[in-house]
């Protein structure tokens, strides 16, 4: 069964959606500033250059230092692992750390600057129920420059990923990188109705992806007031032909046939919580 690669060789989950343009207007530029700046510069390639947003797609992100002589945790974002961390290749590290910043733990905050890094090699290790890797950044030597990178992001070229199909059409069998399957429409293949947007794709709990499509909330009942605050909804369509028969990239539109129930299966987004304002000590009392 051909996987959709929600975390395809240069493909991502969340990630992919804050590379897919400018990040304010702004080009990614090879310098490094801050704290772990000596370590972006050991490491840093010769032939550094500037490079548009949407150039660029993550492979994977430094979640912890290893051992003693400059080694990585590398959390992977890619299904290509070994091409992309277990053999010699070149890619691009942020300068600063992105960190985690949404709910779900994704490394999904805009990319800052980046520099041209070498990997030279790595393994795969098995921590808390995931698969990581172990992977040395060359320049990048002892404990300390090692820790400096934690948090930061790894980028390869969007040229480097190779064609998946021959045609933009194809179907829930077929192999599609995440980044051209957000924002693409879902209609009922049977009678064209709009059912709502790709926002998202998940690794499957088995043998398939998941597709997140956010749908209109259900319309107020006739004589009940609106609710001041009403969630997003979405819904999960399996990533497969029988449900999912047609992919169109060229035409942004996605055929569906779900079985009876699936769309009634609808979750809604967790309500923002209220800031609340820092408590101020009463000024003193005057004398």
């Keep these: ?40 510069s050991a490491a840093a390639a010769d032939g550094s250059q500037a490079f548009d947003a949407e150039e660029l797609v993550q492979s994977g992100a430094v979640v912890s230092a290893h051992g003693l002589k400059g080694e990585v945790r590398v959390m992977p974002f890619t299904d290509f692992v070994e091409e992309r961390f277990f053999s010699p290749c070149t890619q691009y590290l942020e300068d600063e750390a992105q960190g985690r910043s949404s709910a779900g733990g994704e490394f999904d905050k805009p990319a800052g600057f980046v520099a041209k890094v070498r990997i030279v090699a790595g393994r795969e290790v098995t921590s808390k129920g995931r698969n990581e890797c172990i992977v040395k950044i060359k320049g990048v030597n002892d404990r300390n420059a090692s820790e400096a990178l934690i948090g930061r992001r790894l980028y390869v070229l969007a040229s480097e990923r190779p064609e998946l199909r021959e045609e933009q059409v194809g179907s829930g069998d077929d192999e599609f990188y995440s980044s051209e399957l957000e924002g693409l429409d879902v209609v009922l293949q049977e009678t064209g109705e709009r059912v709502g947007t790709v926002i998202d794709v998940f690794r499957g709990a088995g043998t398939h992806d998941l597709l997140k499509v956010s749908v209109p909330p259900l319309p107020t009942p006739e004589g009940e007031e609106a609710p001041s605050f009403q969630p997003e909804e979405h819904v999960f369509v399996p990533f497969v032909k029988d449900i999912v028969p047609t992919v169109d990239v060229a035409k942004k539109v996605i055929e569906i046939t779900p079985p009876p129930g699936l769309l009634d299966l609808r979750q809604k987004a967790k309500k923002p919580r209220r800031q609340r304002a820092a408590r101020v000590p009463p000024p003193p009392k005057k004398k």
Excluded: D, P, Q
Aim: charged content about 15%; proline content about 0%; hydrophobic content about 50%.
């Design 1 to 40: 069964m051909a996987f959709a690669t929600a975390n395809a060789l240069s493909g991502v989950t969340a990630a992919a959606r804050v590379i897919s343009g400018r990040h304010n207007g702004r080009a990614f530029r090879t310098t490094a500033s801050g704290r772990g700046a000596k370590a972006i």
